[in-house]
């Protein structure tokens, strides 16, 4: 069984550009949350989709946006990147809706973003 | 108050010691966590799941929760130099799947 997939794995943009980010999930897995990671916040919750609909979002500007397809495919959009933006983008995916249904959440590899 | 607190170490074990790594939280309505490792440059990945007080063993990992003491720990037994990692702990969201991980230790095992 596929892992969660994520593309690209590394990139570089310039300030003020934008970025999509693209996820898909485990067979099955209708969950898709976003998680940025950097050496001096750690891992750090973005927004969570389930059914295409955004459940949950966390402390970020509205700069970060993203949406989740039919297919629980999902991507992530940066506008008017920042320094700041550099990180790891992990996208997680988790077979039920959370809280008591069981929500183990499976990491894919990453997308490396570094802005210049 | 961060929910979840972690020393972010590192933590220096020889090779064959036990290794102790410690999660605090503030949220007394905790009643589960998750222990997740991460290798330098990778994505973390589930190692251990623990929802009842007491321990619970997995190979050579056992993970402790103390609810009372609102303390989980992460042993691993028989440190081998592959276990050098930072370990996750979060606390299992009470709904959706929105997840507050600790800041993680960085472990090194020393041949």
């Known amino acids: 069984k596929a892992g969660v997939t994520q593309t690209p794995r590394y990139l570089i943009k310039t300030r003020g550009q934008q970025v999509t980010l693209s996820c898909s999930p485990i067979?099955?897995?209708?969950?898709v949350s976003w998680y940025q990671q950097t050496p001096g916040q750690g891992l750090q919750f973005l927004f969570e989709?389930?059914?295409?609909?955004?459940?949950n979002k966390g402390n970020f500007p509205g700069r970060f946006s993203g949406r989740q397809f039919s297919n629980s495919r999902s991507e992530m959009n940066v506008s008017t990147l920042e320094l700041g933006d550099s990180a790891l983008y992990l996208c997680?995916?988790?077979?039920?809706?959370?809280?008591?249904?069981?929500?183990?959440?499976?990491f894919g590899e990453g997308s490396w973003l570094t802005v210049v | 108050q961060k929910e979840v607190e972690q020393n972010s170490g590192p933590l220096s074990v020889p090779e064959g010691a036990i290794a102790s790594l410690n999660c605090t939280y503030s949220?007394?309505?905790?009643?589960?966590f998750f222990w997740y490792r991460q290798y330098s440059g990778k994505s973390p990945e589930l190692i251990m799941f623990?929802?009842?007080?007491g321990d619970k063993e997995d190979g050579r990992f056992t993970a402790q929760l103390n609810k009372a003491s609102q303390y989980v720990s992460l042993l691993i037994r028989d440190s081998q130099p592959s276990d050098s990692a930072t370990y996750l702990c979060?606390?299992?969201?009470?709904?959706?799947?929105?997840?507050?991980f600790g800041s993680g230790t960085k472990l090194n095992v020393k041949p």
């Open positions: 997680a995916s988790s077979l039920g809706a959370g809280g008591g249904s069981g929500n183990t959440i499976y």
């Open positions: 067979s099955g897995h209708r969950s």
């Open positions: 989709y389930f059914s295409e609909t955004q459940r």
């Open positions: 949220d007394r309505g905790s009643q589960s």
């Open positions: 623990i929802y009842s007080n």
């Open positions: 979060a606390p299992r969201p009470p709904n959706f799947n929105k997840f507050y």
